[in-house]
């Protein structure tokens, strides 16, 4: 279960993983709501996580931790 920092940078949502060093575009988010977040999470590199859905929106930047995702 790896910590994902997310920001927001060039007009998208970006993740980081510093285990790996490494930076991606979030592709799709599941849930991307001001009511809902989270959810399947896939990056550009074709990585795919899975957040537990949050209440709202957090203030990014953010450093989750999420699980991978069953294909």
């Known amino acids: 279960m790896p910590n994902i920092m997310f920001r927001?940078?060039?007009g998208g949502?970006?993740?980081y993983i510093a285990k790996r060093d490494l930076e991606a575009r979030v592709q799709v988010?599941?849930?991307?709501g001001?009511?809902?977040?989270?959810?399947?999470i896939e990056?550009?590199?074709?990585?795919?996580f899975?957040?537990?859905?949050?209440?709202?929106?957090?203030s990014l930047p953010a450093?989750?931790?999420?699980?991978?995702?069953?294909?």
Do not use: N, S
């Open 43 to 48: 990056l550009e590199d074709g990585q795919a």
């Open 34 to 40: 001001d009511d809902q977040w989270g959810g399947r």
């Open 13 to 15: 949502l970006w993740g």
């Open 8 to 10: 927001e940078h060039d």
């Open 63 to 71: 450093t989750l931790r999420l699980r991978k995702a069953d294909e």
């Open 50 to 58: 899975y957040l537990d859905p949050l209440d709202k929106k957090p």
């Open 29 to 32: 988010i599941e849930f991307d």
